[in-house]
């Protein structure tokens, strides 16, 4: 079962523009990753954030984290071309003793040149 | 280091027939995970190892699936006997911890006709 839905599912901007995509969660978390996933390629990881954590920075990648809402945010600011990709939230899970990530659906964003 | 590497890059079997993907994890990461990704349920975890002994197979669709990791260095996924059904790209993912961001291979793309 999915533990994180991505929204949109599907994002379409210009050059220059920022691009905000947005995961919401069911049950409660320790931490949270946002990964890249270009066309045919493996996941790439961008960032991680904390439950304790509010908001993290890295480049043009901006991560916010809402517990009490279960959600957070993923926004990329003076997105390139190269920026074109799918982007997955992934939500970590307890069940049964073991530790995994469960990945969401998936935003593919398109930045048009 | 070369990254996950993952062998081979594309498989096209015949129904029925033994299908064996491969993956090399990074060097020092004590986890590592096989995933599924399809277009109608996304990324599924299959399997993953910690220190070379499965932890969590639940994810495992059905018997005809098997995962070994005989070292640190290597794990193959087996499916036998194929089916159509099957059809997906396997990601092969490795981590240091349970916790931090997981470096997934290529992966390998398998079309069972």
Known sequence: ?113 | DAGVIQSPRHEVTEMGQEVTLRCKPISGHDYLFWYRQTMMRGLELLIYFNNNVPIDDSGMPEDRFSAKMPNASFSTLKIQPSEPRDSAVYFCASSFDRYGGYTFGSGTRLTVV
């Open chain 1, 1 to 113: 079962s999915q533990q994180g839905e991505e929204d949109p599912q599907a994002l379409s901007i210009q050059e220059g523009e920022n691009a905000t995509m947005n995961c919401s969660y069911k049950t409660s978390i320790n931490n949270l990753q946002w990964y890249r996933q270009n066309s045919g390629r493996g996941l790439v990881h961008l960032i991680l954030i904390r439950s304790n954590e509010r908001e993290k920075h890295s480049g043009r990648l901006r991560v916010t984290l809402d517990t009490s809402k279960k959600s957070s945010s993923l926004l990329i600011t003076a997105s390139r071309a190269a920026d074109t990709a799918s982007y997955f939230c992934a939500t970590d899970a307890t069940t049964s003793g073991t530790y995994k990530y469960i990945f969401g659906t998936g935003t593919r964003l398109k930045v048009l040149a």
